[in-house]
């Protein structure tokens, strides 16, 4: 048997990965043990032992407590099956169960019962079921799984690998965590691509990274899982910063982490939407970037503002974390509803917390007085 897929699953999930996937088929899974023969059995062996070499050199050992012999399947209890690298010389992976069948003719392995996988590098898989068809070179299970590494963790159900593409899927209730970026993911459906570094999250999509939680519902990410480069989102997206207060809607995201740059735009005839707490102050634009280090938002297109005693509009506006202000551009228009006062001129400057306003060029201003 060639290089066992275990191994690029196991790394996959150990680096990380991350482009939409299209075309690929999962195989079918393994919900119960498969059948096996029911006449009685050609031989019974105890501490059963089978090697499997190509050209002399070793690629797996399987080893199981009894093991009874068939025509074409061999049903093993206790097994302990190690696979080897491409030299034949190292241990790659081992994977112990309480029950397994060995199809003697095609070469494919069901293996059931209490399933723990382990990779050289201290990765360990734990389910309940693993089927290995040998042809198509692809490994299923339909139950829970979880993964760790170190303090990497990827819990869900039903996943499968196919080696020859380099893909992964999990069909259900994807949820990866990483301690020490850190890095929360979690998603109905995932696919990985080791061979692209790109993964495709599907239905309710949450991620967290540092100070930052994105909600969408697809998601596309590229580079290593636990470093992201890029994160493009679509369908009600969500920005969320609790430390800054603020909270971004719309229908597209683009996410750059090296940047700490993110782009958000509405569906078709729609506005983003920024809300910025506790100030209670909601901006709605066609296009808005954040800017992460520089704790500013910018509001592009079709402005309006909305607060307690406030109401403007202008084509841009931009919105400063620390210092509580939001500087209007563009054809800027303010009105402070409690007294009725209009502001107009080249530059508006609104102060959040004492609700001050600045109009710097081509002032025009009604003030009525306080009664």
């Given amino acids: 048997m060639r290089k066992l897929l275990l191994v690029v699953f196991l790394i996959s999930l150990g680096i990380g990965a991350v482009t939409v996937i299209r075309g690929f088929r999962s195989s079918p899974p ?3 043990p498969p059948a096996f023969e029911t006449a009685s059995p050609k031989m019974e062996i105890t ?17 199981a407590a009894q093991a009874q012999v068939y025509e074409n399947q061999t049903r093993m209890e206790g097994i302990n099956t190690e696979f080897f690298s491409e030299q034949g010389d190292t241990i790659t992976l081992t994977m112990k169960a309480k029950h397994g069948i060995l199809d003697t003719i095609i ?3 069901s293996a059931f019962g209490q399933v723990v996988v382990t990779d050289a590098e201290g990765g360990t898989l734990h389910t309940q079921s693993l089927n290995w068809k040998a042809k198509e070179k692809i490994l299923s299970t339909p139950d829970t799984f979880i993964f760790t590494k170190e303090e990497f963790t990827v819990t869900g159900q039903g996943v499968t690998v196919d080696q020859q593409g380099e893909k992964l899927k999990i069909e259900e209730d994807v949820q990866v965590e990483k301690q ?3 890095l929360t993911i979690k998603a109905k459906e995932a696919l990985w691509n080791k061979r692209e570094q790109t993964v495709f999250l599907k239905g309710e ?20 899982l636990e470093n992201l480069e890029k994160i493009i989102g679509r369908g009600k997206v969500k920005l969320v910063d609790p430390n800054e207060g603020t909270i971004i809607t719309g229908g597209y ?4 982490q090296a940047a700490e740059y993110t782009l958000i735009t509405a569906d078709k005839g729609g506005k ?11 901006v709605t634009a066609t296009k808005m970037e954040r800017y992460l280090k520089e704790k500013r938002a910018v509001a592009t297109g079709e402005v309006e503002i909305k607060g307690e005693n406030l109401s403007a509009s202008c084509g841009l506006a931009t919105y400063y974390q620390e210092e509580k202000k939001i500087i209007l551009e563009d054809n800027p228009q303010l009105i402070q509803i409690e007294e009725g006062n209009q502001f107009q001129g080249e530059q508006i400057i609104y102060y959040t917390e004492e609700e001050g306003v600045k109009i ?3 002032v025009k201003a009604t003030i009525f007085p306080k009664k």
Avoid: C
């Avoid at 995201?253 to 750059?256: D, I, K, N, S, T």
């Avoid at 983003?272 to 909601?282: A, H, M, Q, R």
């Fill in 180 to 182: 020490k970026a850190p």
């Fill in 107 to 109: 070469r494919d392995i």
């Fill in 253 to 256: 995201l683009e996410y750059l």
């Fill in 272 to 282: 983003v939407k920024l809300e910025v707490k506790p100030d209670t102050i909601t």
């Fill in 47 to 63: 501490k059963f032992r089978l090697i499997e070499t190509i050209k002399g050199i070793k690629r797996w050992k399987m080893e």
């Fill in 30 to 32: 393994l919900s119960t």
């Fill in 360 to 362: 710097i060029g081509n």
């Fill in 205 to 224: 999509v949450k991620i967290t990274y540092k100070d930052t939680i994105i909600n969408a519902d697809l998601v596309e990410g590229y580079g290593e």
